[in-house]
């Protein structure tokens, strides 16, 4: 398959427009153009007819639509061993394929048959044998992408090298050997995953399901099994464990035990009480004996501090007046410190306000000289808000919407395409007589002069001179001019919303706007320079200068004099001040020194007081400490009864807290006795019932059929595993196979590749990946580097070559294939891309080759046939 024309019309930026692609021819065809020209949309146009169906909007096809919609049209003339054919797709509106003999023009395919026809000649879509050949612009095809698109190409290529090889290929290098790694994936597919893990509903599965089932139910029933044998166990030691608890003697023998320790118990809790009552009579005599130590002791120190009371009275009263005679000293310093601070105060007041009226003075005159230039100020800011004000008056009432003068330019520009579109769809009549002749034939009444042209409207008469009126019926189809009336309409109503005539007279206003919106910024400028902070703030400066400057009185002085003075006043005034701080401290030490003697003085005299009340009279303290000391004697006789008593009772004393422990120990053995037979009877009864139940369930031959299942399960799974087994071998025996033989296998494209890598590089050599059979290492000079380290030039290159190879291999199996690059080769140096020129010519011969680039200075080295776009209308 060659293409000889490619034609565009709606798709991308040629909206409302075709364009076409002629002469394309055998060998090298050119098409080389500044960015933004159309060259990728030629590209993806050419894609879309081939390899996008006509019916569906998938997003390649969304970007062939242009901005302002429609229905793109891709159409292409094709050279097959079949003939000259001419391949047309139209998507959304009007949506169709066809397919025509350029020989006959008759139409051979519509539709899905059209469609067919297509696939017929890429034979397997994008990722057919043409599809590898199509390099889109920036895509190599070496580096990483979708998996899916990685797949496809990869089965292209390996359809590719698996036909080109013919009866050549062996069982480990072609189609037989890619049968039997196929049906080897697809049995052991049914069985496990890509990634050896059993499948989902597979028999490998459900054995694995089926296996671990019956362990389960086995693992259960064994469980049961179990119970079952250790409840029989468990009654039989519960039955004995109850006739051991149930025997009448040993019931007997734990009663008396019982009583025997609650007597005891009784005995030791009476001697406790009798203990007790004893302690605490003892505890209120050694009460007693205390109080009246206590009592005896205080009496006789009373008396003692009593005489010391009266010597400490006296004292407090002399240094009590000394310090009331400081204070009186003190009281008077302070008096006439403060009459020296009111006198000072009020000179420096009379100096401060004699400086304060001199300053408000001067004040006054620098206000006076300052209100002058901010008046005239003012009145020149107040003339230049008129300005700004008048200027945006204008501006409001020319305003135009945004954007609007440039929607009023592409109605303008849409006019003028629509009344071109129906100049050049409006039949021309012309009449050329024979000599001789004239005005024999009229249009609508008015003869019709030898070789004048005139357009027909939808309907025409013509009057033939001796013959008769022929009357032409044009079709009544979409000619243009309804599309044409509402765009002249739409313009109207826009013109008119505006309050134009014209885009001219739109434009002047858009113009006079912009002047004025220069002068309106001069002029807030100006405004900003004489009020910056606003008319408010200025008017407002203006008031207070001239309230500052209004009613001051003149006052004469040297005010650095009267500062002076000042000074001098405040001076006076600290030093009078700190002089009263210092006298009042002393005041106040002084007050402080009365305060301490009066109090110290009162607590004497308030203790000498109560001392006096608690000793009574003088005549009677000596009897009274004689009765005290009797009182103690007394107590004392009576605490050593009690003592004496108390420990005649604890001689004697019982253990009671071991009568209690061996009382709760008896007491607990009966109570766990009892428990222990209503517990045993519980678990009995539970285990009659287990056993039972077991028993009517025939559990162990239930469990004897499952273990039986279980062992067949494992032996059909076992099988199983054993097939996974095998089949993976064999797969990655058949890999390894392939593998050995994979120089075989890549020998034909090899034999295509070799001589083109020799007009880049000398002595190099490329490896074939097995499992993407694209290039893995390039060899140069002994050394061998990973493609993915290569340059960006060098991936390109070798990207490119390699399609070249492939052409040439589809070529002599009888599918040829243009190659086609959209700016593929953007990264390489000015000497390598000359030699690149060189490999596009070597293999285009009797091969076709079309190359779209924007790098014309450099391309203008490659040759070949060059190809232009031209204006194009299609036909009907």
Not at 140 to 166: C, H, M, N, P, Y
């Amino acid at each position: 398959m060659k293409l000889t024309a490619l034609r565009l019309h709606n798709v991308r930026r040629f909206a409302g427009r075709g364009i076409a692609v002629e002469g394309i021819g055998d060998g090298v065809n050119v098409l080389c153009a500044a960015n933004e020209f159309g060259k990728s949309t030629c590209f993806d146009s050419l894609h879309a007819l081939f390899f996008q169906p006509h019916t569906g909007t998938p997003g390649a096809v969304q970007g062939l639509r242009p901005y302002s919609g429609g229905n793109p049209m891709v159409e292409a003339d094709i050279l097959t061993g079949q003939g000259a054919f001419r391949l047309t797709k139209q998507f959304y509106g009007g949506r169709r394929a066809m397919v025509r003999d350029l020989a006959s023009g008759r139409l051979l395919a519509q539709a899905d048959e059209a469609e067919r026809f297509i696939a017929g000649l890429v034979q397997g879509g994008t990722t057919g044998p043409a599809g590898l050949l199509w390099v889109r612009q920036g895509i190599t095809g070496i580096e990483r992408r979708a998996k899916s698109d990685e797949e496809g190409e990869k089965r292209a290529r390996e359809s590719v090298l698996t036909s080109v090889q013919g009866e050549v290929e062996t069982l480990t290098g072609g189609r037989r050997m890619a049968q039997a790694v196929a049906q080897c994936e697809e049995e052991l597919s049914q069985l496990v995953t890509a990634t050896g893990r059993p499948k989902a509903g597979g028999p490998y599965a459900q054995a694995i399901d089926e296996r671990d089932r019956l362990i389960e139910t086995e693992r259960r029933l064994s469980s049961e099994l179990r119970e079952l044998r250790e409840a029989l166990d468990k009654r039989r030691s519960l039955r004995a464990r109850l006739a051991e608890l149930e025997d009448p003697e040993q019931q007997a023998v734990r009663l008396h035990d019982l009583a025997q320790a609650e007597a005891a118990l009784t005995a030791a809790r009476a001697h406790g009480e009798a203990l007790k009552t004893a302690e605490v009579e003892a505890a209120l005599a050694r009460n007693r004996l205390d109080a009246a130590s206590l009592a005896l002791d205080g009496h006789r120190r009373n008396w003692a501090r009593f005489a010391v009371l009266h010597d400490l009275e006296a004292d407090g009263r002399h240094q009590r007046d000394e310090a009331l005679a400081h204070q009186r000293e003190a009281g008077d310093a302070g008096q006439a410190a403060a009459t020296a601070v009111d006198t000072a105060e009020s000179r420096e007041r009379e100096a401060r306000n004699l400086l304060s009226r001199l300053e408000i003075s001067m004040r006054a005159r620098d206000a006076a000289e300052h209100l002058a230039g901010l008046q005239q100020s003012h009145a020149k800011a107040e003339a230049g808000r008129g300005e700004v004000e008048a200027i945006q008056a204008e501006l409001k009432a020319l305003a135009l919407p945004a954007n609007v003068v440039k929607q009023l330019e592409a109605i303008e520009t849409e006019l003028v395409g629509l009344r071109a579109v129906i100049a050049a769809r409006v039949p021309m009549l012309r009449v050329t007589y024979q000599p001789g002749v004239s005005g024999a034939v009229g249009l609508d009444g008015v003869a019709l002069a030898d070789g004048e042209e005139r357009a027909l409207t939808r309907s025409a008469a013509l009057e033939i001179d001796g013959v008769g009126r022929l009357t032409l019926t044009l079709p009544q189809g979409r000619d243009g001019h309804d599309e044409l009336a509402q765009a002249e309409a739409k313009r109207m109503t826009l013109l008119a919303a505006l309050g134009v005539g014209s885009l001219i007279e739109a434009r002047q206003r858009e113009s006079a706007i912009r002047d004025l919106t220069g002068r309106l910024d001069l002029a807030q400028q100006r405004l900003a320079l004489l009020a910056p902070q606003g008319l408010a703030a200025l008017r407002e400066t203006i008031a207070r200068l001239e309230a500052q400057s209004a009613g001051s009185v003149e006052v004469k002085g040297d005010p650095e004099a009267m500062r002076t003075a000042l000074a001098a006043a405040e001076a006076r005034v600290s030093a009078s001040r700190q002089a009263q701080r210092e006298a009042q401290a002393a005041r106040d030490a002084a007050g402080a020194t009365v305060v301490t003697a009066e109090r110290a003085l009162a607590s004497v005299a308030s203790e000498l007081a109560g001392l006096a009340a608690m000793l009574g009279a003088e005549a009677g303290r000596q009897a009274q400490e004689t009765a005290l000391a009797a009182a103690l004697a007394e107590a004392e006789a009576v605490f050593a009864t009690a003592h004496a008593q108390v420990e005649a009772l604890r001689a004697g004393a019982i253990d009671l807290a071991g009568a209690e422990a061996k009382f709760r120990r008896m007491r607990s053995v009966v109570d766990a006795a009892a428990a222990e037979i209503a517990t045993q009877r519980e678990d009995a009864a539970g285990l009659n019932a287990l056993i039972g139940a077991r028993s009517n369930d025939a559990i162990e031959e239930v469990w004897q059929e499952a273990a039986d299942r279980l062992a067949a399960a494992q032996k059909r799974l076992a099988g199983l595993e054993r097939e996974v087994a095998l089949l993976t071998r064999l797969r990655e025996a058949l890999d390894a196979a392939r593998a050995e033989a994979r120089d075989h296998y890549f020998a034909p494209v090899m034999s295509e590749l070799r001589p083109l890598l020799g007009l880049l590089f000398e002595d190099a050599t490329v490896t074939f990946d097995e499992d993407t059979l694209l290039p893995r290492t390039v060899s140069r000079n002994g050394l061998e580097e990973p493609v993915g380290v290569l340059s960006g030039g060098m991936r390109e290159q070798l990207a490119v070559l390699t399609r070249l190879a492939f052409a040439r291999l589809l070529a002599k199996d009888g599918q040829p294939a243009p190659v086609i690059l959209d700016d593929a080769l953007v990264y390489s140096d000015d000497d390598r891309i000359e030699r690149m020129f060189d490999a596009l010519h070597r293999q285009a011969s009797g091969q076709q080759i079309i190359v779209f680039s924007c790098r014309q200075r450099a391309f203008a080295q490659l040759g070949g046939n060059i190809l232009r776009m031209v204006p194009w209308v299609p036909e009907g």
